[in-house]
């Protein structure tokens, strides 16, 4: 775009600075200068930052290094493993069917998954199984590849999982469950019969010309990112970003947010980006993808919904507040008040993004991808050095809050 100012290693203020390239349009230069701090920190490995705003791709930054030995670039066409900012994708792809009219959100889960209806779960709506309040939130431990790779065997397993909670009365974050909840939703009502992977490449980043991925094919190994974890040195200095009611259920192995956080047989969540996982559809938190991707579809879903023929009633649905379950706010997993609609984060006390109308998903270890129907506004930041908070990451906040203050002047 003629109007856009590139920037690059020339740019560099000095020979510190980590190689940094991409544009920024005219007005959106305080972004710039923030995403190059963030990345002087001698901590920080790489990240990409994307801005859509009212249909245009105002900001297209990445930066640093895919590596842990800081010898590869980041480049325009990294990929990096999301984590949970992947529920963000899924819910698209579930308005996408939505608004293709495969089922409504109220209608029952169990009318299209008849063995879903097992222990209590018959009225089930799809709006409280993607509210987190139908209690599926801890399915097992120590699963491996294999074990997620059967597929019959997992959806079994789905729907014969009791209920940690009457659904409907509370909400727990479904932090890997949700997303094979809604896969085999959608497998069951799309008239192809794909899951949630193969949709979301087809229906969502296809259309785009974008690169996003729920199950990575091998001919885009070369361009993943190194994932760096966070050590437990961090995780002490910054033991405050944690709620307490959260810190203490993951404590007990028993507790549902303990079975709910940690499912799988690794050692850290990092372990995640390893090709026999990756491989894997864990559409609640593996998709792995292009910080422009994410920015481009929520720039979609907070504007007309085009190109991607998502219709206008969805996307009202989507800015909408969301519904309380009817007893407790009180996140059962994550220990704190939190507010969920249709598989997406909304604004809540502590955690403000956007106006109320906004929407969106955070990650471990630090990603962030949002829409703002009122800004038209879509957001994303995707590290590679996982950070240590749960939301609000020091890194992605600081970006977010340039993006805000540059467009007080639009």
Known sequence: MNHERSTNRSDAVTTRDPPIAGHVAPGFEPVEATFRETLRDDRELGAACAVMYRGELVVDLWGGYRDAQRTEPWTEDTLVLVFSATKGVAAAAMAHAHSQGYFDYD?????????????????????????????????GRNMTPTDVADRESLIVRLAEKEPDWEPGTRHGYHAWSLGWYESELLRRTDPAGRTLGTYVTEELFDPLDESFYIGVPESVDSQVAHVEPFSPLDALRNVGSFPPRMLLGLANPFS??????????????ADLNAPEWRRLEIPAGNGIGTARALAQLYGVLATDGSPLNIDRETLDMLAAPGRSPTRDRRDVVLGTDTSYSLGF?????????????????????????FADPEQELGFAYTPNRMGTHVWDDPRELRLRLAVTACLKYK
């Open 107 to 139: 209608d029952r889960v169990a009318d299209y998954w008849p063995a879903f209806a097992q222990h209590g779960k018959g009225n089930v709506t799809v709006r409280q199984l993607l509210a987190h309040q139908a209690g599926v939130a801890a399915i």
């Open 256 to 269: 549902t947010a303990s079975r709910a956080m940690n499912p799988f047989d690794v050692s850290t969540p």
């Open 345 to 369: 984060w909304k604004p809540f006390d502590g955690f403000e993004f956007g106006s109320k109308a906004a929407f969106g998903a955070p990650g471990a270890g630090g990603s962030f991808a």
